[in-house]
């Protein structure tokens, strides 16, 4: 399994628009952080977690030609408000794109991209085909593989383009963002991945023994009202004994990448926009 992160930070970015911080001036990539998002591949099975404003430019960084699942972790426009662009997929591989989300998720979707669910769309409106998450473990299938055209260049070719994709078992994990908005992360195989939660019970920390891979959402280093903090998420991943774990969700207001990250515990690291990781 990889893990791509598509975006490690927060709801406005880094650098901040209009903020004169020296992090928001910073020239090193690693402090240049896109809205949060991630890509999962496995067996095949190329797997998007979240959808925000810098979706397109994302998945042209990262080169993604087939995707087969979107996982939405809430509602929040940061982490939605990109799923116009899955138009292309559509385009290309003629078929909707199932995106992944809890009841209050979807009916969120179905309000924002209202044009896309009507009776009789206009042509070229994304193609969602929302799939409701309960409480158990949900199985992401393989999206319907689109002829490769011979002509084709070999460098341009879908990563998958000859694949035998299996499916997914994903479990979902529950937490607060705030008090009045719920989140969910997810867990797949070794690997889980928390963003924008500012509490998770006991319970639910309980789906989390045995992870080689932690990724959890760190604001910055004070409190805050609607996310982790540095040293919660340092406690969860020690809690949980994740054998590595990267932090996400980053904001300007942690430090620079380079004097911060020496700090951090054996086994904790930043990610950054770009990092790929095995799992």
Same mark, same amino acid.
């Given at each position: 399994m990889k893990l791509t992160f598509l975006g490690t930070g927060t709801s406005q970015g880094v650098p901040m628009v209009a903020c004169p911080c020296e992090v928001c001036r910073s020239t090193d990539v690693r402090d240049r952080r896109l809205r949060s998002a991630a890509l999962i591949?496995?067996?095949?099975? /190329?797997?998007?977690?979240?959808?925000? @404003? #810098?979706?397109r430019a994302q998945m042209?960084?990262?080169?993604?030609?087939?995707?087969d699942a979107i996982l939405l972790t809430h509602e929040h426009r940061d982490h939605t408000g990109g799923l116009d662009d899955v138009r292309a997929f559509n385009y290309f591989g003629q078929s909707a794109i199932d995106v992944w989300a809890t009841a209050q998720v979807a009916r969120a979707v179905r309000h924002?991209?209202?044009?896309?669910?009507?009776?009789h769309p206009y042509p070229g409106a994304p193609q969602?085909?929302?799939?409701?998450?309960?409480?158990? /473990?949900?199985?992401?299938?393989?999206? @319907? #593989?689109e002829p490769v055209p011979e002509s084709m260049p070999v460098e341009l070719r879908p990563r998958n383009a000859e694949r035998r994709a299996v499916g997914m078992d994903v479990l979902p994990i529950f937490g607060q963002h705030s008090s009045r908005l719920p989140v969910t992360?997810?867990?797949?195989?070794?690997?889980?991945?928390?963003?924008?939660?500012?509490?998770?019970?006991?319970?639910?920390?309980?789906?989390l023994g045995g992870l080689e891979v932690l990724v959890i959402n760190a604001l910055g280093h004070r409190p805050h009202p609607s996310h982790f903090n540095l040293e919660q998420a340092v406690e969860i991943s020690q809690r949980v004994g994740a054998v590595r774990t990267y932090l996400t969700h980053v904001s300007h207001r942690m430090g620079?990448?380079?004097?911060?990250?020496?700090?951090?515990?054996?086994?904790?690291?930043?990610?950054?926009?770009?990092?790929s990781i095995e799992i």
């Open positions: 591949e496995a067996d095949g099975l /190329v797997v998007a977690i979240d959808a925000g @404003p #810098d979706f042209l960084a990262a080169r993604v030609t087939h995707l924002d991209y209202a044009y896309a669910f009507e009776e969602i085909a929302l799939r409701l998450i309960g409480n158990d /473990v949900f199985r992401v299938e393989p999206h @319907p #593989d992360g997810f867990r797949m195989d070794r690997l889980a991945y928390l963003t924008d939660f500012n509490y998770i019970s006991d319970r639910e920390l309980e789906k620079f990448y380079a004097v911060e990250q020496p700090k951090l515990p054996a086994g904790v690291w930043f990610a950054y926009d770009g990092l």
